[in-house]
């Protein structure tokens, strides 16, 4: 079969064009996947469903979700294992890890080399949307992790797609082996030094090096654009980012959230603040938003789980799997930038992100939005406790901490009464040093909200 050419710009042809594509690749994986699949061959033989069953991506909504739970539970059994084919499309490439699973186990992510081009590609739009120049220079700011992360390694492909320079910083110190990680100083002197135009990480830890550069009154000011991803951002958030380039003399910078996830090697991409999260590759990769109970899609802009398919993977390849996140869809054409591909018009949310606190279900974000709204507030983490965390039954505790610019300590109340208001429950407001909320080390994400009556 002749390979498919890779069309630079079909995400702003029209739809059908688009469509046609995942077609065809639908058509191919289907293919391999009923010749080759370890579990959905399993699956269809138990639902009675054969190739033919498998027209067009419209048959997706016969199969039921793939659930994280399934996949961490045997992710062997999702490489497609072809062993027929081109020797790019067999020989392994890398394996990333996913991040935050709820056993801490993370589940391994296998990429041929031919997925590893189709990763060049997703970047080359990702970039594209951003409007990445030829001009610019990445500064990497994801950390080395112990088990491999696409945030660090996939950073360099983006590289590859522009033929652009990346300057890995390599923060923290993901083991006492590894002597050549960068403290946080070392970072924002390593940003001057190489005229990184672009900063690239996980949102609280870029908050955290543009806040120390304007403490070290570095020169930011060649920052073009802040690329944060990993952790969600709220408009409160978002707002105080841009207070924080500011700050660090990038008046120019803007800022570009991404939806990032470890299942697509890379991130659904803002063209513009508020713009929503573009599918980059829709050619490879399918979504759709389903009823959050029956499972089967939703018309465009109501809101359900997100669900990818892969339509163009040798590796690990999953249908219909379930991101456990919340959003809504459009496939209507972004009023920004004109790209008829998938654009989710909020940021996915975890579906299970609503935590009980004295009896009242709070959403983080919106204590997110409440602490972050009182001046002077830089930084806060919130732990969900027991006021006797010897005793079971003992009352539920909010506690919050908070660090910023002295005097702190008048803040408290502030805070406490806004998050009051917000969700009705009193926290206890403590005031602590920022050092102690990030930890010694800085993980891959900060953890803002803690829930220590689990486990
Ligand atoms: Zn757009």
């Not at 199969?63 to 961490?72: A, R, V």
Request: glycine share 8%; hydrophobic share 40%; aromatic share 8%.
């Amino acid at each position: 079969m002749q390979p498919q050419a890779f069309v630079p710009d079909l995400i702003f042809r029209p739809r059908e064009e688009i469509n046609a594509a995942q077609e065809l690749r639908f058509a191919a994986t289907m293919d391999l996947v009923c010749a080759h699949h370890p579990h959905y061959r399993q699956l269809f033989a138990q639902l009675g469903l054969s190739r033919a069953d498998f027209q067009s991506t419209a048959d997706l909504a016969r199969l039921p979700l793939t659930s994280k739970h399934d996949f961490m539970g045997d992710p062997q059994a999702f490489l497609l294992g072809a062993s027929d084919v081109e020797p790019e499309m067999q020989v392994e490439w890398d394996t990333m890890y996913t991040t935050g699973t709820s056993s801490g186990k993370p589940t391994p992510f296998v990429s041929t080399a031919y997925d590893y081009y189709n990763v060049i590609a997703l970047y080359k739009r990702i970039l594209g949307l951003r409007g990445v120049g030829g001009d610019d220079l990445i500064a990497n700011l994801c950390p080395l992790t112990v088990y491999p992360h696409g945030a660090y390694h996939r950073v360099s492909a983006a590289g590859a797609a522009l033929k652009i320079p990346v300057v890995n910083l390599v923060p923290g110190r993901p083991s006492p082996h590894f002597h050549l990680g960068s403290e946080l100083d070392d970072v924002v002197e390593g940003i001057v030094r190489t005229r990184a135009t672009i900063l690239w990480g996980v949102t609280s830890y870029v908050r955290r090096v543009l806040m120390r550069a304007a403490e070290l009154g570095a020169d930011f000011s060649r920052l073009k654009l802040a690329y944060i991803t990993g952790e969600a951002v709220t408009p409160a958030l978002r707002a105080n980012f841009e207070q924080c380039l500011h700050a660090a003399g990038a008046r120019q910078a803007s800022i570009n959230v991404s939806y990032g996830i470890t299942e697509i090697q890379g991130g659904f991409t803002e063209c513009c603040p508020g713009g929503g999260f573009h599918n980059p590759l829709p050619e490879d990769i399918h979504v759709q938003v389903v009823d959050p109970e029956s499972h089967q899609p939703l018309p465009e802009g109501e809101r359900g789980l997100v669900v990818i398919s892969h339509l163009n993977r040798r590796g690990t390849l999953l249908l219909r799997y379930s991101t456990g996140d919340l959003s809504v869809l459009s496939r209507s054409a972004c009023p920004h930038c004109g790209a008829t591909t998938d654009r989710f018009t909020e940021m996915p949310q975890r579906a299970d992100d609503l935590v009980k606190i004295k009896g009242m279900l709070v959403n983080p974000t919106v204590v997110e939005a409440a602490v972050l709204a009182v001046e002077g507030v830089k930084e806060y983490q919130a732990v969900v406790e027991r006021e006797n965390m010897a005793d079971p039954f003992s009352m539920d505790r909010l506690r919050i901490r908070i660090a910023g610019t002295s005097p702190l300590a008048d803040k408290a109340p502030r805070v406490s009464l806004a998050v009051k208001q917000a969700t009705g429950v009193t926290p206890l407001v403590e005031c602590v040093e920022a050092s102690a909320i990030y930890g010694p080390n800085g993980s891959l994400k900060l953890k803002r909200f803690v829930d220590q009556r689990k486990g």
